[in-house]
Protein backbone atom coordinates (compact mmCIF):
# COMPACT_ATOMS: atom_id res chain seq x y z
CA UNK A 1 0.00 0.00 0.00
CA UNK A 2 3.05 2.56 1.19
CA UNK A 3 4.64 1.81 -2.10
CA UNK A 4 1.91 1.98 -4.88
CA UNK A 5 1.32 5.67 -2.88
CA UNK A 6 5.33 6.28 -3.41
CA UNK A 7 4.39 5.52 -7.05
CA UNK A 8 1.05 7.46 -7.55
CA UNK A 9 3.56 10.27 -5.65
CA UNK A 10 6.45 10.05 -8.16
CA UNK A 11 4.10 9.86 -11.08
CA UNK A 12 2.20 12.99 -9.71
CA UNK A 13 5.76 15.15 -9.65
CA UNK A 14 6.93 14.30 -12.75
CA UNK A 15 3.61 15.48 -14.46
CA UNK A 16 4.20 18.97 -12.76
CA UNK A 17 7.99 18.89 -13.09
CA UNK A 18 8.75 22.91 -13.17
CA UNK A 19 5.84 23.63 -10.36
CA UNK A 20 7.48 20.35 -8.73
CA UNK A 21 10.81 22.15 -8.58
CA UNK A 22 9.39 25.55 -7.52
CA UNK A 23 7.94 24.08 -4.28
CA UNK A 24 11.44 21.98 -3.13
CA UNK A 25 13.14 25.20 -3.91
CA UNK A 26 12.89 26.32 -0.42
CA UNK A 27 13.85 22.77 1.03
CA UNK A 28 16.85 22.54 -1.00
CA UNK A 29 18.13 26.00 -0.06
CA UNK A 30 17.62 25.32 3.52
CA UNK A 31 19.42 22.16 3.43
CA UNK A 32 21.87 23.29 1.39
CA UNK A 33 22.52 26.66 3.39
CA UNK A 34 22.88 24.46 6.56
CA UNK A 35 25.24 22.20 5.83
CA UNK A 36 27.13 24.90 4.16
CA UNK A 37 27.00 26.48 7.37
CA UNK A 38 27.86 23.57 9.81
CA UNK A 39 31.06 22.39 7.44
CA UNK A 40 32.15 26.05 7.28
CA UNK A 41 31.74 26.40 11.12
CA UNK A 42 33.82 22.80 11.87
CA UNK A 43 36.18 23.45 9.53
CA UNK A 44 36.86 26.76 11.42
CA UNK A 45 36.82 24.81 14.89
CA UNK A 46 39.67 22.27 13.14
CA UNK A 47 41.46 25.35 11.99
CA UNK A 48 41.47 26.97 15.49
CA UNK A 49 42.01 23.81 17.10
CA UNK A 50 45.49 23.16 15.01
CA UNK A 51 46.85 26.50 14.89
CA UNK A 52 46.94 26.52 18.36
CA UNK A 53 48.44 22.74 18.66
CA UNK A 54 51.31 24.40 16.82
CA UNK A 55 52.09 26.68 19.35
CA UNK A 56 53.58 23.58 21.21
CA UNK A 57 52.17 20.39 23.19
CA UNK A 58 50.37 20.95 26.80
CA UNK A 59 51.58 24.77 27.00
CA UNK A 60 51.78 27.05 29.25
CA UNK A 61 53.49 30.50 28.95
CA UNK A 62 54.12 32.40 31.89
CA UNK A 63 54.58 36.64 30.91
CA UNK A 64 55.52 39.44 33.25
CA UNK A 65 52.52 41.34 33.84
CA UNK A 66 51.86 44.98 35.73
CA UNK A 67 52.61 45.77 39.30
CA UNK A 68 51.95 48.56 41.27
CA UNK A 69 53.83 51.64 42.60
CA UNK A 70 53.50 53.23 46.30
CA UNK A 71 50.88 55.74 44.94
CA UNK A 72 48.88 52.95 43.23
CA UNK A 73 49.83 53.99 39.92
CA UNK A 74 50.66 50.79 37.71
CA UNK A 75 54.19 50.02 36.62
CA UNK A 76 55.93 47.15 34.46
CA UNK A 77 56.31 44.50 36.91
CA UNK A 78 60.16 43.09 37.35
CA UNK A 79 61.42 40.37 34.53
CA UNK A 80 61.87 36.97 35.55
CA UNK A 81 65.48 35.60 36.05
CA UNK A 82 67.12 32.10 34.95
CA UNK A 83 66.57 31.20 38.77
CA UNK A 84 63.31 31.24 38.26
CA UNK A 85 63.57 28.84 35.43
CA UNK A 86 65.64 26.71 37.02
CA UNK A 87 62.96 26.33 40.40
CA UNK A 88 60.52 25.69 37.86
CA UNK A 89 62.09 22.83 36.71
CA UNK A 90 63.28 21.53 40.05
CA UNK A 91 60.15 22.66 42.49
CA UNK A 92 57.46 21.61 40.03
CA UNK A 93 56.13 18.26 39.08
CA UNK A 94 54.56 16.91 35.66
CA UNK A 95 57.12 19.34 34.07
CA UNK A 96 58.53 18.09 30.90
CA UNK A 97 60.36 20.96 29.83
CA UNK A 98 61.09 24.49 30.83
CA UNK A 99 62.30 27.74 28.18
CA UNK A 100 63.07 30.65 29.31
CA UNK A 101 62.82 33.50 26.59
CA UNK A 102 63.48 36.80 25.62
CA UNK A 103 62.58 38.63 22.43
CA UNK A 104 63.94 41.52 19.86
CA UNK A 105 64.38 42.06 16.59
CA UNK A 106 67.11 42.78 14.37
CA UNK A 107 67.61 43.14 10.42
CA UNK A 108 69.54 39.48 9.42
CA UNK A 109 71.56 40.08 6.65
CA UNK A 110 73.60 37.26 4.09
CA UNK A 111 75.08 38.54 1.15
CA UNK A 112 72.86 40.83 -0.43
CA UNK A 113 69.88 40.03 1.21
CA UNK A 114 67.99 41.49 4.36
CA UNK A 115 65.49 40.87 6.35
CA UNK A 116 63.77 42.14 9.03
CA UNK A 117 63.14 39.55 11.80
CA UNK A 118 62.17 38.61 15.42
CA UNK A 119 64.76 37.17 17.11
CA UNK A 120 64.51 34.92 20.06
CA UNK A 121 67.17 33.67 23.13
CA UNK A 122 66.47 30.82 24.64
CA UNK A 123 67.75 27.29 25.01
CA UNK A 124 68.01 24.26 24.18
CA UNK A 125 64.71 23.18 25.31
CA UNK A 126 62.88 25.53 23.19
CA UNK A 127 62.38 23.00 20.59
CA UNK A 128 61.12 20.08 22.82
CA UNK A 129 58.32 22.97 25.01
CA UNK A 130 57.37 23.68 21.41
CA UNK A 131 56.94 20.74 20.24
CA UNK A 132 59.52 21.82 16.91
CA UNK A 133 61.56 19.60 14.94
CA UNK A 134 64.70 20.36 12.97
CA UNK A 135 64.58 19.95 9.09
CA UNK A 136 68.50 20.09 9.19
CA UNK A 137 71.23 20.63 11.25
CA UNK A 138 71.44 20.56 14.96
CA UNK A 139 70.25 21.76 18.50
CA UNK A 140 72.35 24.29 20.82
CA UNK A 141 75.21 22.32 23.20
CA UNK A 142 75.45 23.02 26.61
CA UNK A 143 78.65 24.88 25.99
CA UNK A 144 77.39 26.80 23.61
CA UNK A 145 74.73 28.26 26.01
CA UNK A 146 76.74 28.71 28.97
CA UNK A 147 79.51 30.61 26.80
CA UNK A 148 76.82 33.01 24.45
CA UNK A 149 77.97 31.65 21.26
CA UNK A 150 77.34 33.15 17.95
CA UNK A 151 75.45 30.55 16.94
CA UNK A 152 72.04 30.68 15.40
CA UNK A 153 68.62 28.24 14.37
CA UNK A 154 66.54 30.05 11.71
CA UNK A 155 63.26 29.76 10.26
CA UNK A 156 62.38 28.72 6.84
CA UNK A 157 60.52 32.06 6.21
CA UNK A 158 63.83 33.88 7.10
CA UNK A 159 65.62 31.42 4.93
CA UNK A 160 63.64 31.66 2.13
CA UNK A 161 64.28 35.53 2.36
CA UNK A 162 68.33 35.32 2.74
CA UNK A 163 69.07 32.14 1.21
CA UNK A 164 66.29 31.07 -0.99
CA UNK A 165 67.20 27.87 -2.58
CA UNK A 166 70.70 27.32 -1.33
CA UNK A 167 71.36 25.29 2.15
CA UNK A 168 72.08 27.58 5.36
CA UNK A 169 73.62 25.01 7.44
CA UNK A 170 77.13 26.59 7.94
CA UNK A 171 76.72 30.23 6.33
CA UNK A 172 77.57 33.06 8.96
CA UNK A 173 74.44 35.58 8.59
CA UNK A 174 74.48 39.15 10.60
CA UNK A 175 71.90 39.97 13.11
CA UNK A 176 72.77 44.02 13.58
CA UNK A 177 75.67 43.92 14.77
CA UNK A 178 76.20 40.41 15.66
CA UNK A 179 77.86 37.83 13.01
CA UNK A 180 76.65 34.17 14.23
CA UNK A 181 77.24 30.92 12.20
CA UNK A 182 73.64 29.24 11.30
CA UNK A 183 73.83 25.60 12.78
CA UNK A 184 70.37 24.31 12.43
CA UNK A 185 66.99 24.83 10.16
CA UNK A 186 63.67 24.89 11.87
CA UNK A 187 60.89 22.26 10.25
CA UNK A 188 57.69 24.84 8.87
CA UNK A 189 55.10 25.67 10.74
CA UNK A 190 53.19 28.59 9.11
CA UNK A 191 50.87 31.21 10.27
CA UNK A 192 49.00 30.93 13.84
CA UNK A 193 46.06 31.37 14.91
CA UNK A 194 46.72 34.60 15.34
CA UNK A 195 48.13 35.90 11.88
CA UNK A 196 51.22 35.47 12.93
CA UNK A 197 53.97 33.91 10.74
CA UNK A 198 55.78 31.17 13.09
CA UNK A 199 58.65 30.38 10.57
CA UNK A 200 59.84 34.60 10.75
CA UNK A 201 62.62 34.09 13.60
CA UNK A 202 65.97 33.29 14.52
CA UNK A 203 66.55 31.59 17.26
CA UNK A 204 70.02 32.00 19.16
CA UNK A 205 71.22 31.09 22.90
CA UNK A 206 69.66 33.22 26.01
CA UNK A 207 72.78 34.45 26.76
CA UNK A 208 74.30 35.69 23.50
CA UNK A 209 70.97 37.83 23.13
CA UNK A 210 71.49 39.17 26.98
CA UNK A 211 75.18 40.57 26.49
CA UNK A 212 75.71 41.34 22.69
CA UNK A 213 71.82 42.74 21.71
CA UNK A 214 69.90 43.22 25.15
CA UNK A 215 72.36 44.10 27.02
CA UNK A 216 71.06 42.65 30.27
CA UNK A 217 70.44 39.33 32.02
CA UNK A 218 66.94 39.88 31.80
CA UNK A 219 64.22 36.95 30.81
CA UNK A 220 61.19 37.94 29.29
CA UNK A 221 58.38 34.60 29.51
CA UNK A 222 58.99 31.50 30.51
CA UNK A 223 57.30 28.23 28.14
CA UNK A 224 56.45 25.40 30.29
CA UNK A 225 55.35 21.76 28.58
CA UNK A 226 53.33 19.61 31.22
CA UNK A 227 54.18 15.73 30.57
CA UNK A 228 51.23 13.80 28.83
CA UNK A 229 49.12 12.85 30.88
CA UNK A 230 49.45 15.56 33.66
CA UNK A 231 47.06 18.19 34.24
CA UNK A 232 48.07 21.77 32.55
CA UNK A 233 45.26 23.20 35.57
CA UNK A 234 47.28 21.64 38.42
CA UNK A 235 50.88 23.13 36.93
CA UNK A 236 48.99 25.89 36.41
CA UNK A 237 48.28 26.49 40.10
CA UNK A 238 51.52 25.32 41.18
CA UNK A 239 53.19 27.82 38.64
CA UNK A 240 51.26 30.12 39.95
CA UNK A 241 51.74 29.90 43.97
CA UNK A 242 55.83 28.86 43.07
CA UNK A 243 56.17 32.33 41.41
CA UNK A 244 53.99 34.32 43.85
CA UNK A 245 56.65 33.26 46.64
CA UNK A 246 59.69 33.34 44.65
CA UNK A 247 58.61 37.70 43.37
CA UNK A 248 57.18 37.86 47.12
CA UNK A 249 53.29 38.85 45.97
CA UNK A 250 51.72 39.26 49.16
CA UNK A 251 48.34 37.72 50.23
CA UNK A 252 45.42 39.83 48.64
CA UNK A 253 47.61 41.07 46.11
CA UNK A 254 47.23 40.35 41.99
CA UNK A 255 49.87 38.58 40.72
CA UNK A 256 52.37 40.46 38.62
CA UNK A 257 52.98 37.58 35.94
CA UNK A 258 50.36 36.15 33.65
CA UNK A 259 50.10 32.17 33.39
CA UNK A 260 48.62 31.20 30.15
CA UNK A 261 47.12 27.68 29.31
CA UNK A 262 46.98 27.49 25.64
CA UNK A 263 44.33 24.64 26.16
CA UNK A 264 41.99 27.40 27.60
CA UNK A 265 42.74 29.24 25.01
CA UNK A 266 41.74 26.63 22.32
CA UNK A 267 38.90 25.72 24.22
CA UNK A 268 37.53 29.30 24.12
CA UNK A 269 37.96 29.53 20.66
CA UNK A 270 36.64 26.31 19.93
CA UNK A 271 33.28 27.24 21.92
CA UNK A 272 33.24 30.38 20.64
CA UNK A 273 33.02 29.02 16.78
CA UNK A 274 31.00 26.63 18.18
CA UNK A 275 27.93 28.77 18.88
CA UNK A 276 28.75 31.19 16.12
CA UNK A 277 27.93 27.35 13.67
CA UNK A 278 24.79 26.60 15.56
CA UNK A 279 23.50 30.46 15.15
CA UNK A 280 23.94 30.71 11.53
CA UNK A 281 22.78 27.43 11.42
CA UNK A 282 19.55 28.14 12.99
CA UNK A 283 19.29 30.91 11.02
CA UNK A 284 19.60 29.00 7.86
CA UNK A 285 16.85 26.28 9.53
CA UNK A 286 14.40 28.94 8.44
CA UNK A 287 14.32 28.53 4.86
CA UNK A 288 13.53 24.61 5.72
CA UNK A 289 9.77 26.17 7.46
CA UNK A 290 9.45 28.63 4.38
CA UNK A 291 9.79 26.05 1.80
CA UNK A 292 7.67 23.94 4.24
CA UNK A 293 5.15 26.74 4.09
CA UNK A 294 5.34 26.52 -0.08
CA UNK A 295 4.86 22.57 0.61
CA UNK A 296 1.67 23.07 2.15
CA UNK A 297 0.41 26.28 -0.49
CA UNK A 298 1.17 23.76 -3.44
CA UNK A 299 -0.71 20.77 -2.09
CA UNK A 300 -3.80 22.55 -1.37
CA UNK A 301 -3.66 23.78 -4.82
CA UNK A 302 -3.55 20.24 -5.83
CA UNK A 303 -6.21 19.01 -3.52
CA UNK A 304 -8.37 21.27 -5.62
CA UNK A 305 -7.46 20.72 -8.87
CA UNK A 306 -7.66 16.91 -8.18
CA UNK A 307 -11.20 17.05 -6.19
CA UNK A 308 -12.68 14.90 -9.14
CA UNK A 309 -9.71 12.55 -8.84
CA UNK A 310 -10.54 11.79 -5.30
CA UNK A 311 -14.51 11.66 -5.08
CA UNK A 312 -13.92 9.29 -8.14
CA UNK A 313 -11.35 6.95 -5.89
CA UNK A 314 -14.05 7.89 -2.85
CA UNK A 315 -16.80 6.28 -4.90
CA UNK A 316 -14.91 2.87 -6.06
CA UNK A 317 -14.18 1.87 -2.32
CA UNK A 318 -11.36 3.96 -1.33
CA UNK A 319 -10.78 4.54 2.28
CA UNK A 320 -10.21 8.09 3.66
CA UNK A 321 -6.89 7.00 5.34
CA UNK A 322 -5.78 5.78 1.74
CA UNK A 323 -6.35 9.16 0.78
CA UNK A 324 -4.69 10.49 3.60
CA UNK A 325 -1.59 8.60 2.90
CA UNK A 326 -1.60 9.67 -0.89
CA UNK A 327 -1.10 13.14 -0.27
CA UNK A 328 0.64 12.88 3.10
CA UNK A 329 3.09 10.49 1.12
CA UNK A 330 3.40 13.10 -1.82
CA UNK A 331 4.09 15.74 0.48
CA UNK A 332 7.09 13.88 2.29
CA UNK A 333 8.37 12.55 -1.27
CA UNK A 334 8.75 16.38 -2.19
CA UNK A 335 10.51 17.57 0.98
CA UNK A 336 12.80 13.98 0.64
CA UNK A 337 13.98 14.99 -2.74
CA UNK A 338 14.22 18.51 -1.67
CA UNK A 339 16.49 17.09 1.05
CA UNK A 340 18.54 15.10 -1.24
CA UNK A 341 19.15 17.56 -3.33
CA UNK A 342 20.03 20.46 -0.80
CA UNK A 343 21.91 17.80 0.62
CA UNK A 344 24.58 17.33 -2.19
CA UNK A 345 24.35 21.53 -3.06
CA UNK A 346 25.25 21.96 0.50
CA UNK A 347 28.32 19.33 0.23
CA UNK A 348 29.69 20.95 -3.08
CA UNK A 349 29.01 24.75 -1.49
CA UNK A 350 31.43 23.76 1.35
CA UNK A 351 33.95 22.23 -0.63
CA UNK A 352 34.13 25.05 -2.76
CA UNK A 353 33.86 27.77 0.73
CA UNK A 354 36.23 25.76 2.69
CA UNK A 355 38.95 26.11 0.05
CA UNK A 356 38.36 29.42 -0.77
CA UNK A 357 38.75 30.58 3.18
CA UNK A 358 41.58 28.22 3.40
CA UNK A 359 40.46 25.97 6.37
CA UNK A 360 39.84 21.86 6.45
CA UNK A 361 36.83 20.73 4.57
CA UNK A 362 35.48 18.19 7.82
CA UNK A 363 32.68 16.19 6.94
CA UNK A 364 29.84 15.81 9.74
CA UNK A 365 27.76 12.77 9.17
CA UNK A 366 25.68 13.80 11.81
CA UNK A 367 24.33 17.24 10.66
CA UNK A 368 23.61 15.42 7.33
CA UNK A 369 20.90 12.90 8.56
CA UNK A 370 19.62 15.48 10.76
CA UNK A 371 18.76 17.85 7.86
CA UNK A 372 17.65 14.79 5.99
CA UNK A 373 15.56 14.31 8.52
CA UNK A 374 14.41 17.76 9.50
CA UNK A 375 13.11 17.99 5.47
CA UNK A 376 11.07 15.41 5.78
CA UNK A 377 9.79 16.22 8.86
CA UNK A 378 8.55 19.21 7.16
CA UNK A 379 6.86 17.59 4.75
CA UNK A 380 4.70 15.08 6.71
CA UNK A 381 4.31 18.14 9.38
CA UNK A 382 3.11 21.00 6.70
CA UNK A 383 1.39 18.50 3.93
CA UNK A 384 -0.57 16.68 6.80
CA UNK A 385 -3.19 19.27 6.76
CA UNK A 386 -3.96 19.26 2.68
CA UNK A 387 -4.05 14.98 3.11
CA UNK A 388 -6.55 15.77 5.81
CA UNK A 389 -8.69 18.30 4.32
CA UNK A 390 -8.57 15.74 0.99
CA UNK A 391 -9.69 12.84 3.42
CA UNK A 392 -12.55 14.82 4.15
CA UNK A 393 -14.27 15.23 0.97
CA UNK A 394 -17.67 14.06 0.40
CA UNK A 395 -17.52 11.97 -2.33
CA UNK A 396 -20.77 12.65 -3.71
CA UNK A 397 -19.59 16.95 -3.77
CA UNK A 398 -16.14 15.76 -5.24
CA UNK A 399 -17.48 14.45 -8.49
CA UNK A 400 -20.18 17.44 -8.80
CA UNK A 401 -17.01 19.97 -8.75
CA UNK A 402 -15.46 20.81 -11.96
Not at 165 to 193: F, H, M, W, Y
Not at 232 to 241: A, C, F, I, P, S
Not at 302 to 316: C, D, F, M, P, Y
Amino acid sequence: MFLNAVILALREIRRNVLRSSLTILGIVIGVAAVITMVTIGEGATAQVQADISKLGTNLLQVFRGQGFAPGGARVAAPPFELADVQAIENQISGVAAVAPSSNSSAQAIYGNSNWQTQITGTSDKFLEVRDWALASGRNFSDSELRAGAAVCIIGSTVRRELFESEDPIGATIRLGKLSCNVIGLLESKGQSGFGQDQDDLVVIPLRTLQRRMAGNSDVGAILVSARDGVSTEKVQKDLENLLRERRKVRAGTADNFIVRDLKEVASTFTSSTRVLTALLGAVAAVSLIVGGVGIMNIMLVSVTERTREIGTRLAVGAMARDVLLQFLVEAVVLAALGGIIGILLGLTAGALATNAFHVPFVLNPSIIILSFTFSAAVGIVFGYFPAQRAAQLDPIEALRHE
